[in-house]
């Protein structure tokens, strides 16, 4: 691991005042949640992810793009938080001025103790009325228990909003789709004024979320990259730890604060 972890990002992740950790989909692979670019099998075997991501499909066929993400959130509930999620709340409780932002809208991250984790593309445990964003967003988890979805996937009609009965939808941001903007504005800010950056699992090539690691080292941040493959943000990683998340994180954790 020497090789892969040297001295020196142990002690720039030490002496950092305020950090911010990027993630993506590679942090929740551990835990047994694909990602997004892994291959879709069952039911969604002749889609990929991005063409089942969108409000088009939605509206093509809502039962076929509802019953996927009751399938993904089923994944998610039976799922639990890994050592790599575990290792980022120990790099909260050493640098208080931590923010952590993710792509994922899955809720390991709050689960493993992180409650102010920013979500840049919504979330798989807050659908909302296709209609009208300001209908009550408090609609049921899908009856009769998720964790009877079958591994093959289903189709599932959506639920009705309980004001205007339009279809209920996904809380999560589609292709194409604007970004919550609270929470992008909170994450460009957060990325302007750290002053280490660690990307954990993402291939960095979604935008505009892909900008905030680009933001914090155009702004002078030490990025610093974990993922097992290379990525785009190879160039502007001053580091790069070919890794998993599960296993380089809680290293360089145990490395830092020895
Ligand atoms: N540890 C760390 N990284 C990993 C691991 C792991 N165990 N396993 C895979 N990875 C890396 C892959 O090498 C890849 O670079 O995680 C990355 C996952 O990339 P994507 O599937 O593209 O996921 P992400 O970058 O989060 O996608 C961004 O795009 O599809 C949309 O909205 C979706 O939020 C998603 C966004």
Known sequence: MEEVLPHRVAQLLRDA????????????????????RDDLTGLWARFDAQ???TAEA????PDLVWGWYEWRRARVRRAEPNSGHLAITTIESRIPDSTVITQNVDDLHERAGTPATIHLHGS??????TAAAAHPATFPDQPDGEAAEPHEGR???????????????????????????????????AATACDVLLTVGTSGVVYPAAEIPRIAASSGATVIQVNPQPTPLDRIAAINLRGS???????LVAAAWR
């Open 17 to 36: 005042r305020r950090v911010v950790i990027f993630t993506g989909a590679g942090i929740s692979a551990e835990s047994g949640v694909p990602t997004f």
């Open 51 to 53: 063409q089942l991501a």
């Open 58 to 61: 939605f509206h093509a066929d």
């Open 124 to 129: 798989l445990f807050a659908p909302r009325c």
């Open 155 to 189: 189709r599932i009609s959506p639920p009705r909003c309980a004001s205007c009965r339009e279809l209920v939808r996904p809380g999560v941001v589609w292709f194409g789709e604007a970004l919550p903007e609270a929470a992008l504005t909170a994450a460009a800010e």
């Open 245 to 251: 998340a599960a296993q380089v994180l809680p290293t």
